[in-house]
């Protein structure tokens, strides 16, 4: 079964620095996700990405974050600067079909746990 | 904003019946999905719901009622692996999943 795959599956940063989290989504998925979860914590939702754009992004999704899709397979996640607070794990998701198609359920990446020291 | 109630935690024994319940209120609804998280590891997919009723597949049953911003999540013939968090996520929009804070659920032997 196909899969979204994300890399590196642990990053450890400083904090102030820049980190990329990097994830390929299902090949013919067309909706795009980057969600996060610090530990002990429920899924939280940054944003969402469809047709080169975002579609809709949450409070916690700042200037300090940008997304990309600088090719056919890839969908990155910037943090500019990192803080001790982006200490979680970053779930990469995407999901198939086009138009309001409502039952179609977002398939997660095993996640990227990001540690700011 | 979003409000989306689950328990905490949840124990049963193996072969048992559990019922998580889950309760919302929130700006929108186009849905409510069900996932099972192992710890540290993903949310996978368990179940969806739009419309009132009940959907079974297989030893896992979800409900929905709108008009009481209610759903459960029934698991049947529970075994060892079914031990994990189990996420009740409401799409209050075109694109994105609300999620709560999740169900914790230990079968004992």
């Known amino acids: 079964e196909p899969e979204v795959t994300q890399t590196p599956s642990h990053q450890v940063t400083q904090m102030g620095q820049e980190v990329i989290l990097r994830c390929v989504p299902i090949?013919?998925?067309?909706?795009f996700y980057w969600y996060r979860q610090i530990l002990g914590q429920k899924v939280e939702f940054l944003v969402s990405?469809?047709?080169?754009?975002?579609?809709?992004k949450s409070e916690i999704f700042d200037d300090q974050f940008s997304v990309e899709r600088p090719d056919g397979s890839n969908f990155t996640l910037k943090i500019r600067s990192t803080k001790l607070e982006d200490s979680a794990m970053y779930f990469c998701?995407?999901?198939?079909?086009?138009?309001?198609?409502?039952?179609?359920?977002?398939?997660f990446g095993n996640g990227t746990r990001l540690t700011v020291t | 904003g979003q409000n989306i109630d689950q328990p905490t935690e949840m124990t049963a024994t193996e072969g048992a019946i559990v019922q998580i319940n889950c309760t919302y209120q929130?700006?929108?609804?186009?849905?409510l999905f069900w996932y099972q998280q192992h710890a540290g590891e993903a949310p996978t997919f368990l179940s969806y719901?739009?419309?009132?009723g009940l959907e079974e597949k297989g030893r896992f049953s979800s409900f929905l009622s709108r008009s009481k911003g209610y759903s459960y999540l029934l698991l049947k013939e529970l075994q060892m692996k079914d031990s994990a968090s189990y996420l009740c996520?409401?799409?209050?929009?075109?694109?994105?999943?609300?999620f709560g804070a999740g169900t914790t659920v230990t079968v004992r032997a």
């Open positions: 998701a995407s999901r198939r079909t086009a138009g309001h198609s409502y039952n179609s359920p977002l398939h």
């Open positions: 090949s013919n998925h067309l909706y």
């Open positions: 990405f469809y047709n080169n754009e975002i579609s809709e």
């Open positions: 929130t700006s929108g609804f186009n849905g």
């Open positions: 719901n739009v419309l009132d």
């Open positions: 996520a409401v799409r209050d929009g075109d694109y994105k999943l609300s």
